[in-house]
């Protein structure tokens, strides 16, 4: 994907000290019911976009980064100072998935489907609202 003329978000973590933008609009966006996500963000799901990690970039606090690496999937990125959960990515560095509250203002893209429904949190009634569901990991 190539840089779009004119995009440009920017975002962060809670204590300010990790700074990043990204320079193209984001491929696409979801909500994730999974357990792992429930750990991590504290709460029912977790939304992510999926970006071009070329289109990145730290602009401060990239040493402050740490992860969690399970023995399957992504990494789960976060800043060690505050703990606030910023992306996940793929083990080769290839695939990346931006947390959408970790951004500034509006990234421009909406949530289009809801995966991993069959862990969720008993709870919280997953919302009425259209968008297709998948029981394991969304098909790619
Ligand atoms: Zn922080
Ligand atoms: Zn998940």
């Given at each position: ?14 204590c300010g000290a ?6 193209a609009k ?5 909500y994730?019911?999974?357990s ?8 029912a799901?977790?939304v992510?976009v ?7 970039t730290?602009?401060s606090g ?6 969690w690496?399970?023995p ?7 800043c ?5 959960h910023?992306?996940s990515?793929?083990?080769d ?9 970790a951004?500034?203002s509006d990234p ?5 489907y809801?995966?991993?429904v ?5 709870w919280?009634?997953i919302?009425?609202d259209?968008?297709?569901r998948?029981?394991g990991?969304?098909?790619?």
């Amino acid at each position: 994907m190539s840089e779009q003329d004119g995009y440009m978000v920017q975002g962060g973590c809670l204590c300010g000290a990790v700074r990043f933008s990204l320079h193209a609009k984001p491929i696409v966006a979801g909500y994730c019911h999974c357990s792992r996500c429930q750990r991590r963000t504290g709460t029912a799901s977790g939304v992510s976009v999926m970006v071009d990690p070329e289109q990145v970039t730290w602009m401060s606090g990239e040493r402050l980064i740490t992860g969690w690496a399970p023995p399957d999937g992504h990494v789960k990125c976060f800043c060690s100072v505050c703990g606030a959960h910023l992306f996940s990515r793929s083990p080769d560095h290839r695939r990346m998935a931006i947390r959408m509250a970790a951004f500034d203002s509006d990234p421009g893209i909406r949530p289009s489907y809801r995966q991993f429904v069959d862990y969720a949190a008993s709870w919280e009634p997953i919302p009425e609202d259209g968008l297709p569901r998948d029981g394991g990991a969304r098909p790619r």
